[in-house]
């Protein structure tokens, strides 16, 4: 298992020397990251590498900057230094609609959908470069063919969405008359209508119940073994610990450890910083 110094060497070796050997086998790749917020340090240093594929978790007590970090790799806030490279290319500074074009997407800890729109209408909105964005083909008759073939194809799509999460039965129903669970579903089903390469899952079940908690993870299962690659933060160390293959801690802005939940388990400085001797 590596600690933060470790991490970081490695990120700058494979990332550095053979980027495109990296850029396939870890497609998110954390550099160095630093932020600041006034005179409070949120992020110190923090480095790591997402593999492809993987469902990694992301841990620390409150403080540690899980949170910040999600912000700094998705557009939300910007670095004060550090990189930030997804696939190919760097996406440091980049908005967060730039970085969703790139293929990187992320849920929030509270569900935001649009309330007076129906579930199904919130899913349609949600592709990328949708032709009928732009007005005059909206309106002109030969573009407008394109238009409406896409639209057909961007619903089906969405039906698909709809079925795959178990909420078929709310299509017309007001995304605001949903229930917590229910926005949480809405929530990654229109993340994954972006047709994204990985996502950010910002705890997901935080105020799921348990049956939906499940199906929650099932799906994301599910996805994963379909070749989706994610990053889960979530309290719930049973949660990260039962279902992540990798997992990494931070605390007080840097990355303290990483390995598998065994590994964590007996790291002697997470014990020491956040796990507590039950664990």
Known sequence: MSDAADAGRATETEAGTDGRDASAEYPLRVEDLHKSFGGITAVEGASFRIEAGSLTGLIGPNGAGKSTTFN???????????????????ITGLEPHEVANKGLVRTFQ?????????????????????VGEVLWRSVL????????????????????????????????????????????????????MTDPDMVLLDEPLA?????????????????????????????????????????????????????????????ERVIDAYLGENV
């Open 207 to 267: 105020g799921v119940n348990p049956s939906l908690e499940k199906k929650l993870l099932e799906h994301v299962h599910e996805l994963r073994a379909d070749g989706y690659t994610f990053l889960l933060v979530e309290h719930d160390m049973d949660v990260i610990m039962n279902n992540c293959e990798h997992i990494i801690v931070m605390h007080q802005g840097r990355v303290l450890a990483e390995g598998t939940a065994d590994e964590i388990r007996s790291n």
């Open 110 to 130: 509270i569900a935001r959908q649009l309330d007076e729109m129906t579930v199904l209408e919130n899913l349609m909105l949600a592709p990328r470069s949708q």
């Open 72 to 90: 700094l790799v998705t557009g939300v806030h910007k670095p004060d230094s550090g990189a930030v490279c997804f696939g190919d290319e760097e």
């Open 141 to 192: 008759p030969g573009a407008r063919r394109g238009v409406l073939a896409q639209e057909s194809t961007v619903r089906d799509r969405a039906w698909e969405m709809l079925d795959f999460f178990e909420i078929d039965h709310l299509a017309e129903e007001f995304a605001g008359n949903l229930s917590g669970g229910q926005r949480k579903l809405l929530e990654m089903a229109r993340a994954l």
